[in-house]
């Protein structure tokens, strides 16, 4: 089980002869993500590493294939035409690995997902989604992955690389883990992968990785306090960072008075949700639960 | 990317919304000519930084002499870590009225959002705090943009003159435009004012461009080379490095935005303070790592180094290679802690042994390792 990527994923790789692509495609399928396409316009009727064929279009890799999922590895000027090109093909999930896409074509591509509504979007600027032993649509190293029955959200690549570490080191595993991106506006938010995870018998516990910038912290807390009822712990981020310098992520910045950690923090306490000062700390509260 | 008042009125006259006459100079005798042209003008200090007017970098003129002498104050004073280099000089307008109006990015509804209020003229936050009621706005569907009758509702909502409501609808959409067509992620028109004679007229102006975009706006670059910043952080820019200056004394370099967020909140909680924000990003070859450092030594405040990495696809072992080569072709001469997980992260700081570079295996340890040694430095 897990939630957004597994067995049933069939996969195409927008960018697959790209640098970032072809690299993270090999470990992909070495990985054995049921990788079935690939898509780079001008190349299309060729084949990655001899096995994967490319397309022209993700519209031809769907049809041909079957794809339902993709992953996306075009520089920034293009990935929000790539976005909306696998929304226009139907796919069911499309994950955009590129950092550096301008706000405003994000907010296009979320446009037209909420007018076609058959489409998730993760990202942008995320490192993916990864269900242990099925599927890895991303660039989290699987090395140190164990299947379990933690569910992991996160709006910073590292720190979940980080946490799954500490998750397999204390003997526990992984039921999926969904890296939602450290832009401002992103396709799938915490709120969006809660509800997913409450609804997986796999997953028992849940841990969730903040950072300062935006709302989506505060409005996850609303919803946990409403609705979800599987253990939970949280962690933020940028605890001492001063308002209006922007952290690394585009996303990462306190303006305006909005997005502050002390925000967050309280808004988690008065769901009920313990907030750890550390990582390791977080995953001695899912162990000891 | 943020624009200067001048040039973000540049950009609204452009786009057609109405903005006193003015000229930007950089001196007295420019602000004595600028003066004689106008007749009775504001003298306005340039800066990246709100709070001007009550900080008396924003005066009337009532002559050329006095322009001048305004001026010669304003110029060469520091304004919350600015240095102000360049005045608008602008001619002065009647007020019968100020209203706020903007365009941001609402990253909850993942829309624009034009944001309206008859309390013009001050920090908007104030407002927001102390009276939200007016306060209004309108999320705006980026496939369509505004359409006029939503304006008029929001001029409704915020309480504006029925009577103003029509050259509103006109400001607003063509202020829609401007933040549309140049990727903003703020246009902001604070005060917008209504003159004696009933015209809106934008008499400050603040846009914040999205860095993102910046390679489809060949026609902004201009406005970047003029943007005032930290000279560390200009380097950083140059050299395509992420660096953030804090003003503290321990140097922090990780590989990723979140593990260098949470390093600085270690060092913060364990009573240090850190001198940056430095993601090397996702490998740490020796020649990154090389400029990530000198980057940071560049800071005189600067009594240690806390490196802070994450062994993925990148091994342990591969980025302590690079962090030893980097570090034993430079002549450092602060303490420095590496601390490393992951991926052959034993491997790795098995390397450090009998380098320069304390191990540590732990991020806390380490953070209080960096804080102990930068004392003693």
Redesign the interface.
């Known amino acids: 089980m897990g939630v957004l990527v597994g067995k049933e994923t069939r996969l195409v790789v927008q960018g697959i002869t790209g640098r970032e692509g072809s690299s993270h495609a090999e470990?992909m399928l070495e990985y054995g993500t049921p990788l079935v396409a690939g898509v780079t316009p001008g190349r299309g009727g060729s084949k990655f590493m001899d096995r994967v064929p490319i397309f022209e279009s993700v519209a031809d890799a769907v049809e041909t294939t079957g794809a339902n999922t993709s992953i996306i590895f075009v520089p920034?000027?293009f990935a929000g035409d790539a976005i909306c090109e696998g929304v226009a093909a139907g796919l069911r999930l499309v994950v955009c690995i590129t950092e550096?896409?301008?706000?405003?074509d994000?907010?296009?591509a979320?446009?037209l997902i909420t007018?076609r509504e058959t489409t998730r979007l993760i990202g942008p600027n995320c490192p993916g989604a990864m269900t242990p032993g099925e599927a890895k649509v991303g660039?989290?190293?699987a090395?140190?992955f164990r299947r379990g029955n933690v569910g992991v959200v996160?709006?910073?690549?590292?720190?979940?690389?980080?946490v799954v570490?500490l998750v397999s080191k204390a003997g526990l595993g992984i039921s999926t883990c969904v890296g939602v991106g450290?832009d401002?506006?992103i396709g799938t938010t915490f709120v969006d992968v809660l509800k997913l995870f409450a609804a997986d018998h796999q997953t028992e516990a849940v841990l969730l990785?903040g950072?300062?910038g935006?709302?989506?912290e505060e409005?996850a807390a609303e919803y946990i306090k409403a609705d979800f009822r599987k253990p939970l712990f949280a962690?933020i981020?940028?605890?001492?960072?001063?308002p209006g310098?922007?952290?690394?992520?585009?996303?990462?910045i306190i303006s305006?008075?909005m997005g502050t950690p002390q925000a967050k923090v309280a808004a988690f306490e008065s769901a009920g949700v313990p907030v750890a000062?550390?990582?390791?700390e977080m995953v001695q509260m899912a162990k000891e639960r | 990317m943020k624009l200067y008042e001048f040039q973000a009125k540049e950009l609204f006259a452009q786009d057609g919304i109405p903005v006193p006459s003015g000229r930007m100079v950089t001196d007295s005798a420019g602000a004595a000519a600028a003066a004689r042209e106008l007749g009775r003008c504001v003298v306005k200090a340039q800066v990246h930084a709100g709070g001007r007017g009550k900080a008396g970098l924003i005066k009337l003129a009532e002559s050329p002499e006095q322009a001048s002498e305004l001026a010669g104050n304003m110029l060469g004073q520091s304004f919350k870590g600015f240095r102000i280099g360049r005045l608008l000089i602008e001619e002065a307008v009647d007020i019968a009225a100020e209203f706020y109006l903007a365009v941001t990015v609402d990253r909850a509804s993942k829309s624009p959002v034009m944001i309206a209020s008859a309390m013009g003229g001050v920090d908007i936050e104030e407002v927001a705090a102390g009276s939200p009621g007016k306060i209004a706005n309108l999320i705006v569907d980026v496939a369509y943009g505004p359409f006029d009758f939503q304006l008029r509702d929001l001029a409704a909502r915020a309480a504006l003159d029925p009577g103003i409501v029509r050259q509103f609808v006109d400001v607003a959409r063509r202020l829609y435009g401007a933040f549309l067509r140049s990727d903003a992620s703020l246009a902001e028109i604070n005060p917008l004012m209504v003159t004696r004679d009933g015209k809106l007229i934008a008499a400050d102006a603040k846009f914040d461009v999205d860095d993102n975009a910046l390679f489809r706006h060949p026609e902004l670059l201009q406005y970047k080379e003029e943007a005032e910043e930290d000279p560390i952080e200009a380097e950083a820019h140059r050299k395509g490095v992420t660096y953030v200056r804090l003003g503290g004394d321990i140097g922090i370099i990780g590989n990723g935005a979140g593990i260098v967020m949470s390093t600085l909140d270690l060092v913060a909680r364990e009573g240090g303070k850190p001198a940056n924000f430095l993601d090397i990003g996702g490998g740490a070859r020796a020649d990154q790592v090389r400029e990530a450092l000198g980057i940071i030594l560049m800071d005189p405040n600067v009594k240690g180094v806390l490196f802070n990495i994450f062994g993925g696809i990148t091994r342990g072992d591969e980025v302590a290679k690079g962090v030893l080569e980097a570090t034993a072709s430079m002549d450092v001469k602060v303490p420095m802690v590496l601390r490393m997980a992951g991926t052959r992260a034993e491997e790795g700081l098995k390397l450090l042994e009998g380098s320069a570079l304390v191990p540590a295996a732990e991020p806390v340890e380490a953070a209080r390792k960096i804080i102990a040694l930068a004392k003693g430095a």
Not at chain 1, 245 to 252: L, N
């Open positions: 470990q920034p000027p550096g896409v301008p706000v405003i994000t907010l296009r979320t446009r007018q660039i989290m190293p090395n140190i996160s709006r910073s690549g590292t720190l979940t690389y980080e570490d450290g401002p506006v990785i950072e300062i935006g709302t989506d409005t962690f981020s940028g605890r001492s960072a001063p310098k922007r952290m690394g992520h585009a996303g990462a305006g008075g000062n550390t990582l390791a």
